[in-house]
């Protein structure tokens, strides 16, 4: 029904099978489990921010969409900033430096120098420019340092079926697809197919199926975590109690060939080619992943996260097969704009995100869409940093909320591609 006949990837070199193996033996038990450590466990997220786009056409009325945000008292000691000393290796006095800040980010003295001949207002204006310039830099437009943002514990607000459907769903897909995906000119087609994908360059094609990936992923999780039927006699969406397993008629109806005309399987490969993308990404950060403390506050747990985290990269650094960034944006100028234009169109994807009208869906579509954002800042920014002593560029850095999203959303492509095998089992 939506076996996938053609085994390839599109644009990749491995075929299905291959990552079927590698992730469902290798990489999916290893980030099972790390993602229970609090390291992973609590993201900061604001959900209160307005939809820029249009008025909030929909709020979920379902309990199902409810996010609990953490207590005080639940968040670990760490994570909130709290100081710790730490010797710096060039300085023998102790210094202290909050979790975020390492002892390399000392002064330096040829901006000190200019910090002195510089007037407070040019000082300020220039920061304001730099931030401006920053922000266009960037794949993600979220702002989790602002005062509304609060710590959710992941564990407890899984992804699953929400019952959030319909138009408010529908406008936010649309918007994506219609409005911020690259699409040829002159095409009055609604979504974008396998027919249109031909006529389209790499990058634009990659922007494309690493959305429909995620696309993919999301609806998956959502049939394998559906709310079951309390009774034989159908659906029951106020069920008290709410249990949840895998819907195959829903999976079926979503993705199968006669369903979906003939798209659903290419939309299950896509999620193969997202989850290659970021697989990729992990690996090349592997050695700034490394020196990471994944601090918070718990030395022990903190050295287990630090074994646990580097055993993982090691079995993804042996993957034989791994996405070549290095083919996409390398033409020059042409590219260079288009480059500007990839990130406009996925920072535009981020902001679309404080549209969605169900909590929950809103929660893990904005971790989710972070951690693509940080994946694609690994693979095409990474290079053009350089590491210290080169003053004039600079170094190369991942907030906390950026790790915390980018292992979070391989955690889910990854659970995706184990709960497509069990329906493809299932279906047999
Ligand atoms: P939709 O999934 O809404 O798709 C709309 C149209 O897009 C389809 O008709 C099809 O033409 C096309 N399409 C479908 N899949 C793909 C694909 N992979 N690639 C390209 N095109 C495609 N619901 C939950 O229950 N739980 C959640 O956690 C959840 N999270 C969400 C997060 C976000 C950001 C959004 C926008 C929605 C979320 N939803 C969630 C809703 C869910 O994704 C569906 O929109 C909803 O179930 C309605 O499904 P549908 O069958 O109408 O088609």
Redesign the pocket.
Known sequence: FCELQERTIDDCTCNVDTVDHFNNVKVYPRLRSLLTKNYFRFYKVNLKHMCPFWADDSKCAMKYCHVEACHESDIPPGLKGVLRTKTCASDASSTKYTSSESCDDDHNPELGFLNTTISAKAEEDFALWQAHDDAQDQFCDINENDNKAEYVDLLLNP???????GKS??R??NSI?KENCFRPENTYRA?IDSELLKGMCLEKRAFYRAI?GL??S??I??CAKYLKTQSAGGLSLTSPKGEWGPNIDEFIR?FSISR?NG?GPN?LR?LYFLYLLELRALDKASQYLQKEEFYTGDEAQDWDTQLAVQDLLSVINNFPDHFNESVMFNGGQETKKLKREFKEHFRNITRI?DC?G?D???L??KLQIQGLGTALKILFDYDNYMPKPKQYKKEFKLERNEIVSLINSIGRLSTSIYELDEFRQMSR
């Open positions: 992804e699953r079926y929400t019952g959030y459907k769903a529908h936010i897909w697809y979504y429909s696309h993919t999301i609806n999780h959502l979503r979906t798209e939309w896509n995100m969605v169900c929950k869906c809103k893990w579509g």
